[in-house]
């Protein structure tokens, strides 16, 4: 699990995480690997008003992750179809 503390847009954060996901797309391609490496996040954006506790920020970035795990296997069927 990754925390990233500090001022960083939603946008720049996931752009960060889609060259992390490519990359580990790349390694996948060179034939030394016998399984592909995947990985899967959730980004959420909280301000300063927040006022969401702790446990509820992670589940809202946990379900976020969740619909990019449902996202990238949807991807992933329709390549292979």
Same mark, same amino acid.
């Given at each position: 699990?990754?925390?990233?503390?500090?001022?960083?847009?939603?946008?720049? *954060?996931?752009?960060?995480?889609? *060259?992390?996901?490519?990359?580990?797309?790349?390694?996948? =391609?060179?034939? $030394?690997?016998?399984?592909?490496?995947?990985?899967?996040?959730?980004?959420?954006?909280?301000? $300063?008003?927040?006022?969401?506790?702790?446990?509820?920020?992670?589940?809202?970035?946990?379900?976020?992750?969740?619909?990019? !795990?449902?996202?990238? !296997? !949807? =991807?992933? =069927?329709? !390549?292979?179809?």
């Amino acid at each position: 699990m990754l925390y990233l503390v500090g001022i960083y847009s939603l946008d720049a *954060v996931q752009g960060r995480l889609e *060259v992390l996901q490519n990359q580990l797309a790349g390694f996948n =391609r060179h034939p $030394s690997t016998s399984y592909d490496h995947s990985m899967s996040y959730g980004a959420i954006a909280v301000g $300063s008003d927040n006022t969401l506790l702790a446990n509820d920020l992670l589940n809202a970035a946990d379900e976020k992750m969740y619909e990019y !795990k449902r996202a990238y !296997k !949807k =991807r992933n =069927r329709n !390549k292979s179809l």
